[in-house]
């Protein structure tokens, strides 16, 4: 596995994602971001958390560019962190368009990781 992305382009489309996705958070508008957390039953009193970890992960993937090993440890921790809302959705039986995006970003995120990373 290599320590700095080859290609990057992979890395900053998905930072692009993250950052929209992280601005969509700041003031969750009901559709899609508060259906979704409500369709999963995340308590709305963390749902605050979630800009910022989706600018965290934005930055940690734009700065792993050129600090080796912070971006790999960022898209494994994308893939993580939808793994865990997959699971969220499949224990609230919540297996409709929302499930769906989130196995499209489990899987945007298991590719960059794959493609910019080990491949």
Not at 58 to 72: F, S
Request: proline fraction near 7%; glycine fraction near 6%.
């Amino acid at each position: 596995m290599d320590l700095l992305p080859d290609p990057v382009w992979p890395m900053v489309l998905l930072a692009v994602v993250q950052a929209v996705d992280a601005a969509l958070c700041v003031k969750p508008v009901d559709w899609p971001v508060g259906q979704c957390l409500r369709g999963v039953n995340f308590p709305e009193r963390w749902w605050w958390v979630f800009p910022w970890i989706k600018a965290a992960a934005a930055l940690g993937l734009v700065a792993g560019i050129w600090v080796p090993a912070l971006g790999t440890v960022t898209a494994v921790a994308l893939v993580v962190y939808f793994a865990l809302a997959l699971g969220y959705h499949v224990r609230a039986r919540n297996l409709g368009i929302f499930f769906v995006s989130a196995l499209a970003m489990f899987a945007l995120c298991s590719g960059v990781l794959w493609w910019s990373f080990v491949a």
